[in-house]
């Protein structure tokens, strides 16, 4: 029997591979469709504080969205991953300018632990991932990082994951300590995970 850990990695390998065969034509296509249903949401119209990610590599675009979100005058909280405490703390940034390689080369904020916010001042957080089902489950890079921070809200704000119509899967094992998102956002639709 397959392990649930090997299930995972098998999975991770193959999205990330159909993932990085979308050519860069198709990928800005789908980059564009994904924002504009974010930015049609009300409750992203709604957040006065957003908490977003730096995409890298093949990831969905979100400098853009990160700009944009900027210019509406909304509060922008990115993640910072502390490799020493095995977590992830936010930082608020007022310009994209602001952000420099980090953990793996992910672009984040360069900023001193002062400016770090806690997970619950934000009104919706969007959050990167490999692969994603149709009840919620996230597979990620497999570091835990963001299942980690998301455990620790006391508030329950909505959690939207961005993907490509490739990156979703029938189902993706979890464990207990797994966050679920609560919408998927691809080309294509919106998908609400839980009803």
């Known amino acids: 029997m397959v392990s649930p850990l090997n299930m995972k990695e098998s999975i991770r390998k193959e999205i990330l591979r159909k993932r990085d065969e979308i050519s860069l034509d198709v990928k800005n296509a789908k980059d564009e469709s994904i924002k504009q249903r974010l930015f049609s949401l009300q409750e992203f119209a709604d957040a006065e504080i957003v908490f977003l990610y730096a995409s890298f590599r093949t990831e969905v675009e979100t ?6 979100s900027l210019e509406m005058g909304k509060r922008v909280m990115l993640p910072k991953v502390q490799i020493d405490g095995h977590m ?13 390689p980090g953990h793996m080369g992910i672009p984040e904020p ?60 029938e189902e993706i094992p979890s464990e207990p300590h797994d966050i679920r998102v609560d919408m998927i956002i691809t080309d294509k639709r919106i998908i609400m995970t839980r009803v």
């Open 63 to 68: 400098h853009i969205i990160i700009e944009k």
């Open 88 to 100: 992830v703390k936010l930082y608020e940034i007022k310009d994209i300018n602001e952000l420099s």
């Open 110 to 169: 360069a900023f001193p632990d002062a400016y770090s916010v806690s997970i619950d001042d934000v009104n919706i957080t969007v959050v990167p991932g490999v692969a994603f089902d149709y009840s919620g489950n996230r597979l990620g890079y497999g570091g835990g990082y963001y299942d980690m921070l998301l455990a620790q809200r006391k508030k329950k704000t909505p959690i939207i994951a961005l993907a490509y119509e490739e990156q979703l899967v």
